[in-house]
């Protein structure tokens, strides 16, 4: 009874501690990633990235091993680039690369196992996050990218120019009398009606193409920060159940499945510990930065070297909560796409690393 306690304990200490740290890193990074945007106008960061230029991929996997993210606190970033309309190699470059890799866990890598497991790893992860993603584009994996949602169009229709989306606002008394504003009656627009600049101080009136008029108040214009704040709490409203959902999923696998019972079932000895290892990473939401030094423990307890580097890849490259938030954004082919290729790189280095230096 108390051993279930104690792990009903962590998981619930686990799920608080990371439903306050991913929402954080949420709202902070997705307010920085607006403040970016509304810097760097879209069109640079489509020619940035572009999925026909190789230089894309590079600065993505560039940017992606300089950014201290996470695997959920890459979605923000995500988001940013598929609004930009950037490349969508180069995007899925940096959701791979991000979380893999950055100087912390670099340093932390090359102090644990040495330099020439360190090279392996990065080579790896860079070089298939850029391969998998040249041909997931080439494939047309682009297609499962889910639409978002659409504005509605105003009840107006089209306005006084019927050339363009929006309805045309203009000043109250350059375009309709107020007895027509108070009534909403039935008002045939004016050549005025297009062309009159309205006045940002008084109200204004929407002039439809059904010549009906709708008074509303003159837009407010929010400041750089103020537009970053309403951004990230949209975002964060949107992706809140989905984050909650994978917090308690992982929360749960990490206060009752023991450490102990991984190494004992991904010992030396198990021809299948490396596969084995790189599924059971990926619930395990733990970032590599703190993977690793668990990684030198496990390594100790009997867990194999090849083992230990899926286990790595598996935890930091993927997760449950993350694969969630994944779902808002990417249809189910492109989430099974996404799990082959950190699957993928897990197995290939594991393999290679038992290989090479067992």
């Not at 627009?189 to 008084?202: K, R, V």
């Amino acid at each position: 009874m108390n051993d279930w306690l104690t792990m009903l304990t962590d998981a619930s200490q686990m799920f608080l501690f990371l439903a306050f740290e991913l929402s954080v890193l949420f709202l902070v990074i997705s307010a920085g990633v607006s403040l970016i945007r509304q810097k760097i106008p879209d069109a640079k960061i489509q020619a940035m990235l572009g999925a026909r230029k190789g230089r894309g991929y590079l600065i993505s996997a560039v940017l992606g091993a300089l950014t201290p993210f996470c695997s959920c606190s890459t979605i923000p970033m995500l988001r940013g680039l598929l609004s930009a309309k950037a490349g969508f190699g180069p995007t899925l470059t940096f959701l791979f690369v991000s979380p893999l890799l950055n100087p912390i866990i670099i340093g932390l890598m090359w102090a644990t196992f040495g330099w020439k497991v360190t090279v392996l790893y990065a080579v790896i992860a860079a070089g298939v996050s850029v391969l998998a993603s040249m041909l997931l584009d080439m494939l047309g994996f682009e297609r499962h990218v889910i639409d978002p949602k659409e504005a509605k169009q105003s009840s107006c229709g089209t306005g006084c120019d019927t050339t363009t989306q929006e309805p045309a606002s203009v000043s109250a008394t350059a375009c309709c009398s107020s007895n027509a504003i108070k009534s909403v009656k039935p008002l045939k627009a004016q050549a005025s009606c297009c062309t009159a600049q309205p006045d940002e101080a008084a109200p204004t009136v929407s002039c439809c193409a059904d010549g009906t008029a709708a008074l509303t108040q003159a837009p407010v214009i929010p400041t750089a920060f103020a537009k970053a704040r309403i951004d990230a709490w949209q975002q964060f409203k949107e992706v809140l159940p989905y984050l909650l959902l994978g917090v308690l999923i992982g929360s749960f696998i990490y206060g009752f499945i023991p450490a102990e019972w991984i190494a004992a079932h991904a010992g030396v000895d198990n021809p299948l510990a490396i596969p084995f290892s790189a599924v059971v990473g990926i619930p395990l939401y733990i970032r590599a930065e703190a993977v690793i030094p668990l990684a030198s423990v496990l390594l100790g307890k009997g867990m194999g070297m090849g083992a230990v580097m899926a286990l790595i890849i598996g935890s930091a490259g993927a997760s449950l909560t993350e694969v969630i938030l994944l779902k808002s954004m990417f249809r189910t082919p492109m989430i099974v796409a996404f799990l082959t290729v950190i699957l993928g790189m897990a197995v290939m280095m594991g393999y290679l690393t038992q290989l090479l230096f067992a």
